[in-house]
């Protein structure tokens, strides 16, 4: 079953511009990942972010987690051109149990 | 870290047929996961496969129709079998290293259409 939701499902911003993507998410979690999938290949582990973090920073990349409203949000700063891309939300849902992904958000990044 | 080699990368394929694909891990991992994501659509878990035990089988997915195997901690497959258009997706291989599920690391993925 789906556990994150992403929204929105696609944006479009210019070279330059900050870039968020938001998640949520049904049952309690011990991490939230975020992926990004370039023209539908295999996906890239971009960030995780523990239940007991609010804020990580990698890059110009920013991921925060809201555990109380089960949501978290990626901010892409400054965002390029080679951005462009499909990101996921994913989480386990209990222990080791397999990633379960969100729909996804399809970011265009125009130049 | 790990590298995934899997093949094909796309295939075009007749109703009725089977398609095996493959997936090489550059070093041993104990769980291996299969995804299939249909077009515009996210990933959903087909089954987890495990190394000397047969795979576990995510609701709406039977062995029968997509049969895995797992001779050795470093590589898997999976046959999508008497194909229909509507088995036409990406399909991904992943593994995690660790054992914390804390990565995935995804093969390039296999699309596959079925006519």
């Known amino acids: 079953s789906q556990q994150g939701e992403e929204d929105p499902q696609a944006l479009s911003i210019q070279e330059g511009e900050n870039a968020t993507m938001n998640c949520s998410y049904k049952?309690?979690?011990?991490?939230l990942q975020w992926y990004r999938q370039n023209s539908g290949r295999g996906l890239v582990h971009l960030i995780l972010?523990?239940?007991?973090?609010r804020e990580k920073h990698s890059g110009r990349l920013r991921v925060t987690l809201d555990t109380s409203k089960k949501s978290s949000s990626l901010l892409i700063t400054a965002s390029r051109a080679a951005d462009t891309a499909s990101y996921f939300c994913?989480?386990?849902?209990?222990?080791?149990?397999?990633?379960?992904f969100g729909k996804g958000t399809r970011l265009s990044v125009i130049a | 870290s790990a590298v995934i080699s899997q093949k094909p990368s796309r295939d075009i394929c007749q109703r009725g047929t089977s398609l095996t694909i493959q997936c090489q891990v550059d070093?041993?991992?104990?769980?291996m996961f299969w995804y299939r994501q249909q077009p515009g659509q996210s990933l959903t878990l087909i089954a987890t496969?495990?190394?000397?035990?047969?795979?576990?089988?995510e609701s709406g997915f039977v062995i029968d129709k997509f049969p895995i195997s797992r001779p050795n901690l470093t590589f898997s497959t999976l046959t999508v079998s008497n194909m229909s258009p509507e088995d036409s997706s990406i399909y991904l291989c992943?593994?995690?290293?660790?054992?914390?599920?804390?990565?995935?690391?995804f093969g390039s993925g296999t699309q596959l259409s079925v006519l």
């Open positions: 070093s041993q991992v104990t769980m």
């Open positions: 496969a495990n190394q000397g035990s047969e795979a576990t089988y």
């Open positions: 049952t309690s979690i011990n991490n």
């Open positions: 994913a989480t386990p849902t209990s222990g080791n149990t397999p990633l379960v």
């Open positions: 972010i523990r239940s007991n973090e």
């Open positions: 992943s593994v995690e290293v660790g054992g914390t599920n804390e990565k995935l690391f």
